[in-house]
């Protein structure tokens, strides 16, 4: 974990929020790198759910919403709680299931009785801070989604079954956020609504649970640290009336990445009663008139970006390539999936003191950028710098040596075989493209 955090602070992916002034717990700013790996899951997820399937269509709905809805959701009652102890001594709070004794973990004071704590964060819309302006950050991003549900419908003329599918923040007050990235007060959310007849629910839930598991098998997660599990009556949801977990082994245990439930009607009933517009679906072929079942995927954009990393992660002692072998370090290879990589081409004159090779170099440099997320790096031994990009899960290098100056080709390095292969510079794009898969 803290070679991963360390690594995410030096290479610019993730950094503390608000560091400056000390750090703000729990939020968190992803950097350069980490912006870009975090583009890069969404555009897959984006494109997994919209491009692959026909009838899955996107919405962004505002994170500001009425009150209303997080009553008609049940977010607003017990059922979004989570059970606290508090210390009556140094007065810091736990969740009730993570502390054995009754007495604190911190500084041995006696611990309260368990009370609930909500999890909705408040906020006030307009100019006066009184109860009337009173809102919430959503604590979900699908509560969007239900009440836009009509309006997708019909302006989308879709039939059951359909999807909608959604990215956005997600805000919960969590008692005790930890973990790094894995539990945060302010996070993303990938999520996609799937509206389905009651009959056919349970087998879209299985559908729906195998689905999601490839994805992350696909993009190279490690099968041996993915399981699936299952819920029982009692660890549900207030919404859900079955659930799923997609866990990963995370260096402090199996914890969940990603929930599929089937929600029932809850949704839709509850706010068609609060709203008191119907939410029915009538099928014109059969007459039947019914309200939709929901099987939904409920993925953490911050979660599977730490999941990404955390399985990438390799050390190699002794190293892989000359410089390291010699100096019997340690080398670290980030051998994330291709799509995944936040720098798909570095390029690297062979060395900084010959005038014409850089000036090559950074034709090539300005030849690639319009096409790929490119790296121009001529600082230290070539060996050093191949490490650098390793570190960073670059998944081609691209060296401009002596023999480009007379033959006008480079070679491509290829970051998990370290195999070099040369190219003619007017077939580089296209080379790399059919290799990136573009
Ligand atoms: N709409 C259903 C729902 O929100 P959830 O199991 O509460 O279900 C779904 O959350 C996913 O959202 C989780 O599997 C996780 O990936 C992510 N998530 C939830 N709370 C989070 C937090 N505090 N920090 C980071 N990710 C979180």
Not at 22 to 48: A, H, Q, T
Not at 90 to 115: F, I
Request: proline letters at 3%; hydrophobic letters at 35%.
């Amino acid at each position: 974990m803290n070679k991963i955090i360390s690594l995410c602070k030096r290479r610019g992916f993730v950094f503390q929020s608000s560091e400056i002034y000390g750090g703000f717990s729990s939020c968190y700013d992803f950097g350069p790198l980490g912006v870009e790996m975090k583009n890069n899951i969404k555009r897959v997820w984006w494109d997994e759910m919209i491009k692959n399937h026909e009838n899955i269509v996107g919405l962004d709905a505002a994170i500001l919403m009425k009150p209303e809805i997080w009553k008609a959701s049940g977010h607003l009652t017990a059922g979004f709680a989570d059970t606290l102890v508090e210390c009556k001594s140094c007065h810091k709070r736990y969740r009730a299931d993570e502390v054995d004794s009754k007495v604190c973990p911190e500084c041995g004071g006696e611990l309260t009785k368990p009370r609930k704590f909500n999890l909705m964060m408040k906020t006030f819309v307009g100019p006066v801070e009184e109860d009337a302006a009173t809102t919430y950050l959503r604590a979900e991003t699908c509560q969007g989604i239900y009440v836009n549900f009509e309006n997708v419908l019909n302006s989308m003329r879709l039939k059951i079954p359909f999807g909608i599918a959604q990215i956005g923040k997600s805000f919960r007050n969590e008692i005790t956020p930890k973990d790094f990235i894995f539990r945060t007060r302010e996070f993303e959310q990938m999520e996609m609504q799937w509206f389905c007849h009651p009959k056919t629910a349970a087998k879209y839930f299985n559908y729906w649970i195998k689905e999601r598991l490839n994805w992350y098998l696909n993009l190279g997660i490690k099968k041996e640290n993915l399981r699936i599990k299952e819920h029982k009556k009692e660890e549900l949801p207030h919404y859900a009336k079955a659930g799923t977990d997609i866990e990963y082994h995370f260096p402090f245990g199996w914890r969940e990445i990603e929930g599929i439930h089937n929600r029932g009607d809850w949704d839709l009933s509850n706010h068609a009663k609060n709203s008191g517009k119907d939410l029915s679906y009538y099928n014109e072929e059969t007459k039947e008139k019914y309200i939709p079942y929901i099987i939904e995927t409920s993925g953490g954009v911050d979660r599977s970006f730490f999941v990404f990393l955390i399985d990438a992660y390799q050390e190699i002692k002794g190293g892989r390539t000359e410089t390291t072998k010699a100096a019997k370090e340690i080398e670290i290879l980030l051998k994330l999936d291709k799509k995944l990589t936040p720098i798909k081409v570095a390029v690297l004159p062979l060395v900084r003191n010959k005038p014409n090779i850089v000036k090559k170099a950074k034709e090539v440099y300005e030849m690639l950028k319009p096409h790929f997320m490119c790296q121009y790096d001529e600082l230290g031994s070539i060996g050093r710098r191949y490490r650098r990009q390793d570190e960073i899960a670059t998944i081609y290098a691209v060296t401009i040596d002596f023999e480009t100056l007379e033959k006008e080709d480079v070679t491509i390095r290829d970051r998990d075989t370290m195999k070099q292969e040369r190219v003619k510079i007017k077939d580089l794009i296209s080379v790399l493209k059919e290799k990136l898969g573009f």
